[in-house]
């Protein structure tokens, strides 16, 4: 459990498939999971609902929850390699209540990151913290945890952190890519999002700052 990121991560093995959980655009625009990603400004392409993360969970790998007296609806965010197959994924809760994602690993050989499917292994990669920011950048990744390690046939990366420069755990992992030669992302004073998604909403041109704001 990550206080900061407030996601829970189970390591399991299953069928690689998304089971019935219904693709976002087949849902209604006033559905409240279609109805959220639409106002973050968020593509709703091979995003996915159910309204039993649990049970649905249990139908992929069945055992993961015990317990699903408690269930709930999420979002459903595939994982993919290269070769586009689900491997993992990630249940966005739509409660302010509880955990907000959940990190399910079907192959556990895999490493917990988003996007390879879509990556241009040629260009600089981005490195954001979550899904949802990484939508918003050319050719970006996504960790789903702080212990991730990028593949080792990705030539060239840029690590964007959320603009937190008071968060003494974001500060000293831009520290240490910087030790390890790496280029990081050190947003201007000016920004005062905390995430990419946020600073979306305001207004910014985020690709661009990226781009000149990388050191």
């Not at 976002?24 to 973050?40: G, P, T, V």
């Not at 964007?160 to 420069?165: C, L, R, S």
């Not at 201007?188 to 700052?209: C, F, R, Y």
Request: proline residues 5%.
């Amino acid at each position: 459990f990550s206080d900061r990121m407030n996601d829970f991560q189970f390591e399991v093995v299953g069928n690689d498939t998304l089971g019935d959980a219904v693709p976002l655009d087949n849902l209604n625009n006033s559905h409240q999971a279609k109805e959220y990603i639409l106002s973050r400004k968020l593509p709703t392409k091979d995003l996915y609902y159910t309204d039993k993360f649990q049970e649905w969970t249990n139908s992929l790998k069945p055992n993961t929850f015990p317990d699903i007296q408690k269930d709930e609806e999420r979002i459903i965010i595939p994982f993919r390699d290269k070769e586009g197959n689900v491997f993992g994924f990630q249940g966005r809760s739509l409660s302010n209540n509880g955990l907000r994602y959940i990190t399910i690993l079907l192959q556990e050989d895999k490493p917990k990151i988003f996007g390879l499917d879509k990556l241009d292994y040629e260009k600089t990669a981005y490195i954001t913290e979550g899904p949802f920011d990484s939508m918003f950048l050319t050719n970006a990744l996504a960790m789903a945890g702080a212990d991730v390690s990028i593949p080792s046939d990705i030539d060239s990366c840029v690590y964007v952190f959320d603009n937190e420069p008071r968060n003494k755990e974001i500060t000293a992992r831009i520290l240490k890519h910087i030790s390890d030669g790496n280029s990081v992302v050190i947003w201007p004073s000016t920004i005062k999002e905390k995430d990419i998604n946020d600073m979306i909403l305001a207004g910014h041109n985020v690709q661009e700052i990226v781009s000149s704001c990388t050191y």
